[in-house]
C-alpha cells in the first residue's frame, strides 16, 4: 500500500464538484463519494481541514442590481450550507468532523479558531471551513490559500470539475493545452484559471504547493495524498 506523501492537506472542493452533472444543489452521490474518499486520506493518519466552495447555490458576481459586496455574502451563505450538508455526510459515515465558519452564526457553526481548528485536526477530526475569509471581494480560493499558510497544510488539493490545469477552457477550446506541472510564477504570468491571482499568489509568498485534479475520478485525492502525479503540480 502507497504510503502517504503528506501530514496535513487542505483539500479545496468547488461547490460545482459537488452538484455533479447537475448544475445546481447538492447531488448524493457526489458528496457520499467525496466522503469516503476523504474518510480514506484521515484513516490513512492524514489531518485533513477542508474549504468548499457555492458555486452550485449561487454564483452572484455580476447580478443586475445586487452590489458586488452583497452578491459576495450571499455566496459565503452558500459555502455553510455545503459546509454543513459535508459535516452531516462525514459523521454519519463514522468520521468526526467540525464546521468552522468566517462569519459567526452562533447556535449554527463555530466561528472560525486558528488554535482550535488545529487542536481538531491533531485529534483526527475533519475540519470544514466556511464562508470563506469572511470578507467580500476575497474567492474561497483565497480562503483555502489563507486557511492553509494558518494551519500549517503541506498543500492544497483542488478537486474541480475539470481534471488538470489548461491554457483555455476545455469544453469550448479542443485545442487547449493540458499542463501537467507549472509554477506558481507561471500560473500568475500566463493568467490561468488554476485560482485568482490572490490566492496563487498568497501561495506562491508562503511556498504552498498545489496540487488540481477532477474530484469525479473515484479514489483521485487518496492518489494526491499519496504523491501520484495526476492532474496538475503547482509549486
Known amino acids: 500500500m502507497a504510503m502517504p506523501k503528506y501530514k496535513r492537506i487542505l483539500l479545496k472542493i468547488s461547490g460545482e464538484a459537488l452538484a455533479g452533472e447537475g448544475r445546481f444543489g ?13 474518510k480514506a486520506v484521515a484513516e490513512s493518519g492524514v489531518e485533513a481541514a477542508l474549504v468548499v466552495g457555492g458555486g452550485n447555490f449561487w454564483r452572484g458576481r455580476g447580478s443586475s442590481g445586487i452590489a458586488r459586496a452583497t452578491a459576495d455574502y450571499m455566496g459565503m451563505l452558500a459555502t455553510v450550507m455545503n459546509a454543513l450538508a459535508l459535516r452531516d455526510a462525514f459523521e454519519g459515515a463514522g468520521v468526526p468532523a467540525k464546521v468552522q465558519s468566517a462569519i459567526a452564526m452562533d ?4 466561528a472560525y479558531s486558528r488554535t482550535e481548528s488545529i487542536a481538531c485536526l491533531e485529534r483526527k477530526m475533519v475540519v470544514i471551513f466556511a464562508a470563506g475569509t469572511g470578507n467580500p471581494y476575497f474567492s474561497t480560493d483565497t480562503a483555502a490559500a489563507l486557511r492553509a499558510a494558518e494551519i500549517g497544510a503541506d498543500v492544497i488539493l483542488l478537486a474541480k470539475k475539470v481534471d488538470a490545469v489548461y491554457s483555455d477552457d476545455p469544453e469550448t477550446n479542443p485545442a487547449a493545452v493540458r499542463y501537467s506541472e507549472l509554477s506558481h510564477q507561471e500560473v500568475l504570468e500566463k493568467g490561468l484559471k488554476v485560482m485568482d491571482s490572490t490566492a496563487a ?8 504547493a498545489i496540487h488540481v485534479f477532477g474530484l469525479s475520478e473515484p479514489g483521485n485525492v487518496i492518489r494526491a495524498v499519496n504523491g501520484e502525479h495526476i492532474g496538475t503540480i503547482v509549486k
Request: glycine share 12%; proline share 0%; net charge negative.
Open 26 to 38: 447538492i447531488d448524493g452521490g457526489m458528496l457520499a463519494d467525496t466522503v469516503r474518499q476523504v
Open 107 to 110: 447556535g449554527i457553526v463555530e
Open 201 to 208: 499568489s498568497l501561495c506562491r509568498d508562503n511556498n504552498i
